[in-house]
Nanobody, 121 residues
């Protein structure tokens, strides 16, 4: 069955970096758009980025120029390199498969358990 496992979260100081990993299985990964979104307590789900099967990527304004998404089709993994982390970035971060591949910022069909990111002194 479809499985998405997020890892790499942790606690960093403002301005620091983390790299999240999404390990996928159970579906034709190389043909599938993968997205990242986050959710903080009491807040709505916030889409962040996605990478299409052809390797092209897309970002929302809140993370553009700070986060970089990439994929390794051979390993079945998607990475989210997060730089210049800010106090407003803490949340649980999820990787997901959008229901409609070309519309990658909503309607997430599958996602994992998430990984916690904390930014603080």
């Amino acid at each position: 069955q479809v499985q998405l496992i997020e890892s790499g979260g942790g606690s960093v100081q403002p301005g620091g970096s983390l790299r999240l990993t999404c390990t996928a299985s159970g579906f034709p990964f190389e043909y599938t758009t993968i997205s990242w979104f986050r959710q903080a307590p009491g807040k709505e789900r916030e889409p962040l980025s996605c990478v299409y099967s052809d390797g092209h990527s897309n970002y929302t304004d809140s993370v553009k120029d700070r986060f970089t998404i990439s994929r390794d089709n051979g390993e079945g993994r998607v990475y989210l390199q997060m730089n210049i982390l800010r106090p407003e970035d803490p949340a649980v971060y999820f990787c997901a498969i959008p229901r409609h591949g070309r519309i990658c910022f909503r309607d997430f069909h599958y996602y994992g358990q998430g990984t916690q990111v904390t930014v603080g002194p």
